[in-house]
Each structure stands twice: as C-alpha cells, then as structure tokens.
C-alpha cells in the first residue's frame, strides 16, 4: 500500500545537526513531491519544507530558511531533511507527506501522512 | 505569508448533530483556474493527521459524504452534517496556494 516512513530522529544538542528520512513506497515516488511538517509538543501543525518530484524546486517555512535543506533520491525512493544548527524550538514529531497528483494536475496537498519521527533538541 | 484563521478553538457537539468549523485566509486562495487551494485535515487523538478535503471541495479518497467543504476567495468551511464519535479530533484547514504553505491554529471537536 502508499505510505511514507520517517526515520532518524533522537535528542542533540542546540547548535548540533541531524538528518531525517522519508521513506516511501507502493506509489511512483518519482512523480510526486514531498512535504515535511512538524509538530511542536501540544501545539499545532507548522509546516516546514517541500520538494517537487523532480528536486529542481524546493521551498522552506520561515523558521527554518536557511538551517534546513531538503533533498531527495529517487534511485532510492527517499527524501532527507538536513538539519542544522538546531535551536529548542525546533523539538517537534516531524512528519513527510506525498503530495496529490489531481487530473494531471500536481497539486501541493498532503494526502499520505507518516506516523513521525521525534526530535529534541536539548542540553 | 498568508495568515490562516480557524474559528472556534473549539466546539462540542452531540452526536448525530451538525458542526461547522470556519477558515479565514489573509489574502484571496482563488486561483486563476477558478480553483480555491485550501485543504482541511483532521487528527485523530494519538494519530497523524490525514487528509479530508482539497481545492476547497473535493472529499479525499475514503472521507464520508458527512464531511464537506465550502467556501471562496478569503472564506471557508467545513461542515458535517451528522457528528459521530470517531469525528473527534483537531482539524485545520490549510492553504496550498503558494509557499510558505501555512495552516490555521486548528480546531478541536469533542463529544458532549
């Protein structure tokens, strides 16, 4: 069946970096962009990243412009989000999402959620 | 950045009644192709998030008829039309217009 697996997340230290993985399979990944969201401990949904199918276009939340950097292996079926310079705020269940292909039409919607991967950043 | 506003915080609903959620954007999510780019997602306690409604409308794959989307330019809703128990959750909506992508606070719907 479709479904996207998130993997490597762990407590580091403010300052340190850490890299997750997407994971996906049952679908042509090629096709398909690749979102991360994350989810900071009792609040909302924020989100933090997105890679068209292809890599050539990639796009980034606010908080995280030019720490993060989303990258994708499609000989691998596999999206990365390299994290660096983690601050506090950056603890969060961090999500991959396909995007939704509609008519031909490649829409931005998440229509495949992982179960997360958790990340903490701490002393 | 669109700024996306859900109201209200929260509601409680008996089962068997409607409930409606609403979705203000800060600026307009109609496309030129006459599509509106907003997305609503429920998550389930304890879960992730999944997908119920896109381009405003459209039901995803799986979503009851109970569930339906509506709404224009800067103003949108969910509604269901007949709440059960396994409805509960936090629901936000979303703009997929343009990066950054942004989602309203969220929702939560409980059972009275």
């Known amino acids: 069946q479709v479904q996207v697996v998130e993997s490597g997340g762990g407590v580091v230290q403010p300052g340190r970096s850490l890299r997750l993985s997407c994971a996906a399979s049952?679908?042509?990944?090629?096709?398909?962009?690749i979102h991360w969201v994350r989810q900071a401990p009792g609040k909302g949904l924020e989100w933090v990243a997105l890679?068209?199918?292809?890599?050539?276009?990639?796009y980034y939340g606010d908080s995280v412009k030019g720490r993060f950097t989303i990258s994708r292996d499609n000989s691998k079926n596999k999206v990365y989000l390299q994290m660096n310079s983690l601050r506090p705020e950056d603890t969060a269940v961090y999500y991959c999402?396909?995007?939704?292909?509609?008519?031909?039409?490649?829409?931005?919607?998440?229509?495949?959620w992982g179960k997360g991967t958790t990340v903490t950043v701490s002393t | 950045d669109i700024v996306m506003t859900q109201s209200p915080l929260s509601l409680a609903v008996t089962p068997g009644e409607p409930a409606s959620i609403s979705c203000r954007s800060s600026?307009?999510?109609?496309?030129?192709?006459?599509?509106?780019?907003l997305d609503w997602y429920l998550q389930k306690p304890g879960q992730s998030p999944q997908f119920l409604i896109y381009?405003?409308?459209n039901r995803a794959s799986g979503v009851p008829d109970r569930f339906s989307g509506s709404g224009s330019g800067t103003d949108f809703t969910l509604k269901i039309s007949r709440v059960e128990a396994g409805d509960v959750g936090i629901y936000y909506c979303?703009?997929?217009?343009?990066?950054?992508?942004?989602f309203g606070g969220g929702t939560k719907v409980e059972i009275k």
């Open positions: 999402a396909k995007t939704k292909i509609w008519f031909g039409e490649l829409l931005h919607s998440l229509d495949v």
């Open positions: 049952g679908f042509t990944f090629r096709t398909y962009g």
């Open positions: 890679i068209s199918y292809d890599g050539s276009n990639k």
């Open positions: 600026q307009s999510l109609l496309h030129s192709n006459g599509y509106n780019y």
């Open positions: 381009l405003g409308s």
């Open positions: 979303m703009q997929t217009l343009q990066p950054p992508l942004t």
